[in-house]
Every structure is written in C-alpha cells, then in structure tokens.
C-alpha cells in the first residue's frame, strides 16, 4: 500500500462547513465537488500544515481537478471525514512544486 492510500484508508468521504464552501466559491471560484476531486486524483502532493495545525493536524494538498484545474486544498482529518477548510488555484510556485513532483515522483515520495 503506497503512502496516499495509508493515509486515506479508512476514510469515508468529505464533510463541508457551508461557511467555508461559500467562502471558497465566492473568493476563490472553486466548487466543492472540484476541491473533492483534486484530493481523490493522483498524482496527489500532500504535506503537513505547522503554521495552522494549533488546534488540530492541518494538511495542504497539490492536485488537479478532472477538467485539470490545478488546486491547493487545505483539509484536516476528522474521521471518518475529510473536512476541506479551503481550496483555491495553485501559486506560481505550487506550480512548479507540482511540475517538478510529477517528472520525479520518486523524489516526492
């Protein structure tokens, strides 16, 4: 089993806040079946959020939707949910990150 599928085993499903869906769609135009989508497609980059893990385990994930949107999401785990905190388009250098993790997976896993 590969590192993503350890993490995600388990799960089942997502769980949305309607104040953080909104605010996802009206700052940053993505839907919430599109910030699903970015988690569940591979190739997936993920990575553990110090800066906003104060009160529980926060993750930033690199993936793409299937009409190939580029997206970050914020989420935490709350089992057996993933909870989406935000989701928007990729910085530049999330990009390149992105990029750069597909030509080489070995070094991004």
């Known amino acids: 089993?590969?590192?993503?599928?350890?993490?995600?085993?388990g799960l089942e499903g997502f769980e949305w806040d309607e104040g953080n869906s909104?605010?996802?769609w009206r700052q940053h135009?993505?839907?919430?079946?599109?910030?699903?989508?970015?988690?569940l497609n591979?190739?997936?980059?993920?990575?553990?959020d110090l800066k906003h893990s104060q009160q529980e385990p926060r993750f930033i994930a690199l993936g793409r939707t299937d009409a190939g949107r580029q997206l970050a999401v914020v989420f935490t785990v709350r089992t057996p949910r993933v909870r989406v905190i935000s989701a928007r388009t990729m910085s530049r250098t999330e990009r390149r990150t992105y990029a750069r993790a597909?030509?080489?997976?070995?070094?991004?896993s």
């Open 29 to 39: 135009a993505v839907r919430q079946g599109e910030a699903e989508q970015a988690l």
């Open 102 to 108: 597909q030509a080489d997976p070995e070094a991004y």
């Open 1 to 9: 089993m590969g590192v993503l599928e350890e993490f995600f085993a």
């Open 22 to 24: 909104d605010k996802n």
């Open 42 to 48: 591979r190739p997936l980059l993920l990575a553990l």
